[in-house]
């Protein structure tokens, strides 16, 4: 390949971590106590989103974050999920360093984009989905933290 190593790599637009795994449940307090009492996790934050149709909580194990997706209305997106696959792996969330870049690295790269702009997702981060049918059917959602924090 002729390619720099940088370029490759997707230089600025590559992830620098996994931020998270999430999972889309009915019940996001029993699978907490699950992950506490059979693998030591710890609860963590918990917020709403997307106007209070999205219960988001996240559980800490070592240094895996999972985070929990509660529907709170039938509309939303979580819950058709649910509806028709039922509970399960929501999506792979990849921290970046600038999700302006990365978000423009995929779409040059051809993948199918659910977010042409990056939104507010959980504590004060930004995310943008990445269409599971350019990736191996997993949805992806790239995460920019805050560095003001
Ligand atoms: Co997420």
Redesign the pocket.
């Known amino acids: 390949m002729s390619e720099r190593p940088d370029q490759a790599a997707g230089g600025v637009a590559a992830p620098v971590g996994l931020?998270?795994v999430?999972i889309a449940v009915r019940d996001a307090d029993a699978l907490a106590a699950t992950l506490v009492a059979a693998l030591g996790a710890r609860r963590g934050e918990e917020e709403l989103l997307d106007e209070g149709t999205l219960r988001?909580l996240f559980v800490h194990l070592g240094p895996v974050t999972i985070?929990l997706?509660e529907p709170r209305s039938a509309d939303h997106t979580v819950a058709r999920f649910l509806a028709t696959r039922g509970e399960g792996l929501?999506?792979v969330?990849l921290e970046v360093a600038d999700i302006g870049a990365a978000l423009a690295h995929c779409r040059e790269a051809g993948v199918r984009l659910v977010d042409e702009q990056p939104r507010a997702?959980?504590h004060g981060t930004q995310?943008a989905f990445l269409h599971p049918k350019s990736l191996g059917g997993t949805l992806v959602?790239l995460?920019q933290i805050p560095t003001s924090r």
């Open positions: 931020s998270h999430a988001v985070e997706l929501h999506h969330s997702g959980a995310v959602e995460c």
